[in-house]
T-cell receptor, first 112, second 110 residues
């Protein structure tokens, strides 16, 4: 199993550009989440999904969109990148509410 | 929202020392996660526990649900244990509302 995969590993954007961060898992997990990690702020939840077709907002959803058309994939879209979105982004998945979480390797995004 | 406090924020130890990292939270929960993140690296789940104690190699995690407190212990610490240790709790009844502590930066010197 590849586990949770994320692409790209690094990305530099200009303010106003849009892009999609890809996340995929091959463990047939229902639950998937996107987090951002900033110095001094810890990890914060952006959006999450409890199954295909079901998504909800987390703590810091503004400026991001998600969709979940399949169990495997959970892409995160930045609609119009801003310097405040410079961060490291982690995708995670798990089998259920009280199960071990599996994290992807992260995407380091810089917005100029 | 569940507030999660970790202590200490930074911890320096000599190889072989016994290490304790603490995590307190404000709202009662059913389970707590301990995670490890090496510098520049990904995040790995160490434990998920809902009561008592769990042990994996030199790592031991304990939780006291009544006192809303958990501890992560490392016995016979080694430089490869140097990492950030993060505790996380569900922030509500639905998955996804996971709230994280700020993390404890552990450095173990040879």
């Amino acid at each position: 199993n590849a586990g949770v995969t994320q692409t790209p590993k690094f990305q530099v954007l200009k303010t106003g550009q849009s892009m999609t961060l890809q996340c995929a898992q091959d463990m047939n997990h229902e639950y998937m989440s996107w987090y951002r990690q900033d110095p001094g702020m810890g990890l914060r939840l952006i959006h999450y999904s409890v199954g295909a077709g079901i998504t909800d907002q987390g703590e810091v959803p503004n400026g991001y969109n998600v969709s979940r058309s399949t169990t495997e994939d959970f892409p995160l879209r930045l609609l119009s990148a801003a310097p405040s979105q410079t961060s490291v982004y982690f995708c995670a998945s798990c089998r259920g509410t009280y199960n071990e979480q599996f994290f992807g390797p992260g995407t380091r995004l810089t917005v100029l | 929202k569940n507030e999660v406090e970790q202590s200490p924020q930074n911890l320096t130890a000599q190889e072989g020392e016994f290490i304790t990292i603490n995590c307190s939270y404000s709202v009662g929960i059913s389970a707590l996660h301990w995670l490890q993140q090496h510098p520049g690296g990904g995040i790995v789940s160490l434990f998920m526990l809902s009561s008592g104690k769990k042990k994996h190699g030199r790592l031991i995690a304990t939780i006291n649900i009544q006192e809303k407190h958990s501890s992560l212990h490392i016995t016979a610490s080694h430089p490869r244990d140097s990492a950030v240790y993060i505790c996380a709790v569900p922030g509500g009844t639905s998955y996804g509302k996971l709230t994280f502590g700020q993390g404890t930066i552990l450095t173990v010197h040879p």
